[in-house]
């Protein structure tokens, strides 16, 4: 069947509008110019790796910092309303997410989901305003190492590792031994600075809001919201919806359209999802991660 030269013109015109659209979507910009709300996502582990995928879901430092460059970029962008499901992670990776938020130069809004605590909560302190979902776990702000010892399990199995060594504390944190004392200390003055980090930043994100009842927030214990209101850790209870119209008031809007800024999934990122759950799955029973410090 031979076709027309004006349906040939028409399917060329679709064809080039399809691409335009395409291509204006992976840019991550509004289409059309007019204002939006940018959406950053912040769900599950924080972790520090770069690139790739992450095994189970997750987010890094990395991706976070670029999606809210991409806010501040896009003019079309008017404020940025930051939804957080996390339960924390790295503290190397919740510093950097938490110095991306603050660097906004537009107004920025945290909404907590299920749970925003420990690095979850950490990032929402970054924002102009926190709303907390009625039902949200929060709070647990403090640091930890988590780690593993196996040395009465290898009395009672005959096992036993021996380790050769140039520095006494060279193998601090060995599953296979207790811990000595001063290996304790250590780790305690590594915690203890990582907490302050923590704290330091909070206080000054939350600057004027904090009430006498935050001391009560520091042995680390998790939030109900109404606790947390209560400290001054976060500005309302309410829903998405609340939230989503409190980012678009700070940014002088009436319009509802919202852009988000992760960058659209590839067909391979899909299928490198897939095997990297599996191979973690598999993994994860086998190896230790090793000694992380983490806002956990």
Not at 150 to 179: C, V
Not at 239 to 246: D, I, T
């Amino acid at each position: 069947m031979k076709l027309s030269r004006p349906l040939v013109s028409l399917l060329g015109v679709f064809a080039l509008a399809l691409l335009l659209i395409i291509l204006v979507a992976d840019s991550g910009l509004g289409i059309g110019g007019g204002e939006c709300v940018g959406v950053v996502r912040i769900a599950g582990d924080m972790t520090y790796e770069k690139g790739g995928v992450l095994a189970g879901g997750g987010v890094t430092a990395q991706g976070i910092t670029e999606e809210m460059a991409r806010a501040n970029a896009d003019s079309s962008v008017k404020a940025i309303l930051v939804e957080i499901n996390s339960g924390g992670g790295s503290a190397a990776a919740g510093k950097e997410i938490y110095d991306a938020i603050a660097a906004s130069g537009k107004p920025t809004v945290a909404y907590l989901e299920e749970m925003a605590a420990s690095g979850g909560y950490y990032a929402a302190s970054a924002t102009d305003y926190i709303v907390a979902n009625p039902n949200t776990i929060t709070g647990n702000i403090g640091a930890k190492m988590d780690m593993v010892n196996y040395e009465g399990l290898f009395e009672k199995l005959g096992l036993r590792a021996d380790t050769i060594k140039q520095g006494e504390m060279k193998d601090i944190g060995s599953p296979t031994r207790n811990m000595t004392p001063e290996e304790r200390a250590l780790l305690q003055r590594i915690i203890d600075e990582s907490y302050g980090n923590f704290r330091k930043d909070l206080e000054a994100g939350r600057s004027g809001k904090l009430t006498a009842q935050y001391e009560e927030s520091k042995d680390a214990r998790l939030l109900s919201p109404r606790m947390a209101l209560e400290m001054g850790l976060i500005d309302e209870i309410a829903n998405r919806e609340r939230a989503l119209n409190k980012t678009r008031e700070l940014g002088g809007m009436t319009a509802t359209e919202i852009c988000d800024m992760a960058p659209p999934k590839t067909f391979a990122d899909v299928l490198s999802e897939l095997g990297a759950s599996i191979g973690s799955g598999i993994a994860s029973s086998l190896a230790n991660e090793g000694t992380r410090l983490d806002y956990k």
